[in-house]
């Protein structure tokens, strides 16, 4: 069965760190483009991180270029999110999101189940 268990969300303060981790199980993780969305209350769901399949790029929400990393790890099938620098707005429930293309309109894609970051003094 396929899995996406995301941990490592929390409260912390505003300038601070939280590091995200999304374990995958149960399908070909090395296959998949992995990303990291948030949404917060009453917003849409924005993405907020991407990585490819063998990890070679990388691209950021505008919001937070300069301040999030991403990254991953085939062998662990484990994708990563560093959040330095938290403001209030990144308040939000983060997921973790597996994407390969099947076909020139098709494509599969898992989601987990969330985990909240809540940045407040």
């Known amino acids: 069965q396929e899995q996406l268990v995301e941990s490592g969300g929390g409260l912390v303060q505003p300038g601070g760190s939280l590091r995200l981790s999304c374990a995958a199980s149960?399908?070909?993780?090395?296959?998949?483009?992995m990303n990291w969305y948030r949404q917060a209350p009453g917003k849409e769901r924005e993405v907020v991180a991407s990585?490819?399949?063998?990890?070679?790029?990388?691209n950021y929400g505008d919001s937070v270029k300069g301040r999030f990393t991403i990254s991953r790890d085939n062998v662990k099938n484990m994708v990563y999110l560093q959040m330095n620098n938290l403001k209030p707005e990144d308040t939000a429930v983060y997921y973790c999101?597996?994407?390969?293309?099947?076909?020139?309109?098709?494509?599969?894609?898992?989601w987990g189940q969330g985990t909240q970051v809540t940045v407040s003094s």
């Open positions: 149960g399908f070909t993780f090395s296959k998949y483009a």
């Open positions: 999101n597996a994407l390969t293309i099947t076909g020139w309109d098709s494509f599969i894609e898992y």
């Open positions: 990585i490819t399949s063998a990890g070679g790029s990388t």
